[in-house]
């Protein structure tokens, strides 16, 4: 199956610095992008989608601000949490999809942030 | 505003019985549906990929069935395993390849 490589898989970061993660398809071009938290024991939840060229699209009560997704090329989307707070600490996974047929979502490894 | 739904939020199974739960998805523009199972710590793997109404299929103890016209999709675990628990997730596609994510369903497995 495709590949989609995150990076990097484990983050410390002092609070107020900003974070940036990285998601990349390494073998098929990633029309559609996805970003997730999750909590510790709780669900994943989608932040928000970004569509290749375009600005992503939120999930109610995520501030754009805070969490900005850039999706600048059909292999790269980021993810930059601005001025990290310690409630920022969660895991944060991406997923990527290219817009063809039936094909599935191709999910990365994820990154674990901590905030100090 | 298409909205895709799984239920229950999350399930208690006792090692040996077996389960089932639901994604509820839009019954109009149905162009497919995926099911991922995810385990924390790893990433989240595609157990199917259904586009026809009456669709079932099949992996190992897992199984799907689907219904288009109603608008929601099974999944069924027969003789739950430790190793089973997960969250299923399911991933609604309309016919403009839109891909919309339920929320997941959290399968524990008690021994």
Not at chain 1, 75 to 82: E, I
Not at chain 2, 26 to 46: D, Q
Request: hydrophobic share 35%.
């Amino acid at each position: 199956g495709a590949v989609v490589s995150q990076h990097p898989s484990r983050v410390i970061c002092k609070s107020g610095t900003s974070v940036k993660i990285e998601c990349r398809s390494l073998d098929f071009q990633a029309t559609t992008m996805f970003w997730y938290r999750q909590f510790p024991k709780q669900s994943l939840m989608l932040m928000a989608t970004s569509n290749e060229g375009s600005k992503a699209t939120y999930e109610q009560g995520v501030e754009k601000d805070k969490f900005l997704i850039n999706h600048a090329s059909l292999t790269l989307s980021t993810l930059t949490v601005t001025s990290a707070h310690p409630e920022d600490s969660s895991f944060y996974i991406c997923s990527a999809r290219e817009e063809a047929l039936n094909t599935e979502a191709f999910f990365g490894q994820g990154t674990r942030l901590t905030v100090v | 505003i298409l909205n895709v739904e799984q239920s229950p939020q999350s399930l208690h199974v006792q090692e040996g019985d077996s389960t089932n739960f639901t994604c509820s998805f839009p019954s109009s523009n149905f162009y497919a549906l995926h099911w991922y199972r995810w385990e924390t710590a790893k990433s989240p793997e595609a157990l199917f990929v259904m586009t026809l109404n009456g669709d079932e299929k099949k992996k190992g103890r897992i199984s799907a069935t689907l219904n288009t016209k109603e608008g929601y999709s099974y999944l069924y675990i027969k003789g739950s395993q430790p190793e089973d628990s997960a969250t299923y997730l399911c991933a609604f596609i309309d016919s403009n390849y839109q891909l919309i994510w339920g929320a997941g369903t959290k399968l524990i497995i008690k021994p």
